[in-house]
Each structure stands twice: as structure tokens, then as C-alpha cells.
């Protein structure tokens, strides 16, 4: 089992939709997340942090983390062509050394006008 | 202030040249990271230094030599490269080195070996 899981995608949705972007990880007692968006050819560019359970909501961004059920998510409301890209899940294993953020294969995301 | 410089953008080098890859962050942060990046693959840690010194080395081939001058700068020095090195090479910071530590990263050097 990967250590942090992401629908590969594509995923396509029309404009002003939501998209539905989720990550499942593996260690139950991961305490960071984060998710990254990476326009192709550009580097990654933070969108969200979130470690306690719940939403977390920042403009067009709501963040949702179930540390029980070992998964995160991130919906973007009333999408825009401008918000397609590649959705990287990151999460920061404790028992690793810190620093160490695992990436998930990353969801491209495509808004069609 | 949330930038992270790298330089150069681009490099071309051949399999028995020295070049170095160079990153500077002027946050005050701690801790600075050296990622690679293959085409649609996730980036993959290769070095973290915390306060100056080196704290992880993912495995990362001797060719490969990562340097820090100081809390400001992180070189990346290249020898002897293999056309598999090819990839983009990104640089990060954040505040410390711990948990809940948001890293933020650099336009990266994206890196061509011949």
C-alpha cells in the first residue's frame, strides 16, 4: 500500500462546478497536510494546510481532513478553467525524520469552459 | 514574503561536466530542502538541511553534493551526471524542520543531461 493515495484523475469537470479532489494516507498518527497545486511545467504552489479534523475554508478552498478514516480532501467551488492543474496531497509522517513531506501521484484536474 | 530564487532556470550540461545549482530564500527560515521532479511523478526528497546542517540524505548518489553556506543559501553541486538525471530540480524552505512546517518552494532549475 503507497503511503499517501490520490485519484490520478484526469478529473473534468464543467466551469463553475465543484471538484472533489481526495487523498487517503496510510499512518494513523500523520498530524500535517497539505495540499499543493502545480501548473504543468511550473513549480508546486500551496493551496491549503490543514492538521486538525474538520474544514478548513480559504476563499473558493475548503479543506477537509477525517484523521479516522485516514483521508483528506479538497473541494474547489465554482471552478475555473484558470484552477486546472495538478493536485498534489501531502502529508508529514511523524515517524519519519522532520521535514519529510510524502507526495501522493498528484490528480490533474481539467475545468472545461 | 514567501519567495524562494533559484538559479539558473535552465541547464544543459554533458555527462563530464561541473556545474552547480544555486537557491537563496530570504525569509528567515531554518530549514531548506532539495527536491527532483520527473515528468508526471510527484517530487521526490533528496537532501534536508536544518539550521545549516545536513539532516536527511534520501540515498542520493554521490554525484550529487549539496552544500549550505548559510541559513540564506543552498547550493546543489552536479559531477559526472547521467542522462536519467535529467528532471527539475527544486529547492524549498520553511521555518524549521518539525511537524506543521509549511514548505514553500522555488521556480526550480530545470536540468537537461547530454
Known amino acids: 500500500q503507497k503511503e499517501v493515495e490520490q485519484n490520478s484523475g484526469p478529473l473534468s469537470v464543467p466551469e463553475g462546478a465543484i471538484a472533489s479532489l481526495n487523498c487517503t494516507y496510510s499512518d494513523r498518527v500523520s498530524q500535517s497536510f497539505f495540499w499543493y497545486r502545480q501548473y504543468s511545467g511550473k513549480s508546486p504552489e500551496l493551496i491549503m494546510s490543514i492538521y486538525s479534523n474538520g474544514d478548513k475554508e480559504d476563499g473558493r478552498f475548503t479543506a477537509q481532513l477525517n484523521k479516522a478514516s485516514q483521508y483528506v480532501s479538497l473541494l474547489i467551488r465554482d471552478s475555473q478553467p484558470s484552477d486546472s492543474a495538478t493536485y498534489l496531497c501531502a502529508v508529514d509522517m511523524i515517524y519519519n525524520q522532520g521535514g519529510k513531506l510524502i507526495f501522493g501521484q498528484g490528480t490533474e484536474l481539467s475545468v472545461k469552459p | 514574503d514567501t519567495e524562494v530564487t533559484q538559479t539558473p532556470k535552465h541547464l544543459v550540461m554533458g555527462m563530464t561536466n561541473k556545474k552547480s545549482l544555486k537557491c537563496e530564500q530570504h525569509?528567515?527560515?531554518?530549514?531548506m530542502y532539495w527536491y527532483k521532479q520527473k515528468a508526471k511523478k510527484p517530487p521526490e526528497l533528496m537532501f534536508v538541511?536544518?539550521?545549516?546542517?545536513?539532516?536527511i540524505n534520501e540515498s542520493v548518489p554521490s554525484r550529487f553534493s549539496p552544500e549550505c553556506p548559510n541559513s540564506s543559501l543552498l547550493n546543489l553541486h552536479l559531477h559526472a551526471l547521467q542522462p536519467e538525471d535529467s528532471a527539475l530540480y527544486l529547492c524549498?524552505?520553511?521555518?524549521?524542520?518539525?511537524?506543521?512546517?509549511?514548505?514553500?518552494f522555488g521556480p526550480g532549475t530545470r536540468l537537461l543531461v547530454l
Open positions: 538541511y536544518s539550521y545549516e546542517k545536513l539532516s
Open positions: 525569509m528567515g527560515h531554518r530549514a
Open positions: 524549498a524552505s520553511s521555518q524549521g524542520a518539525g511537524n506543521k512546517e509549511t514548505q514553500y
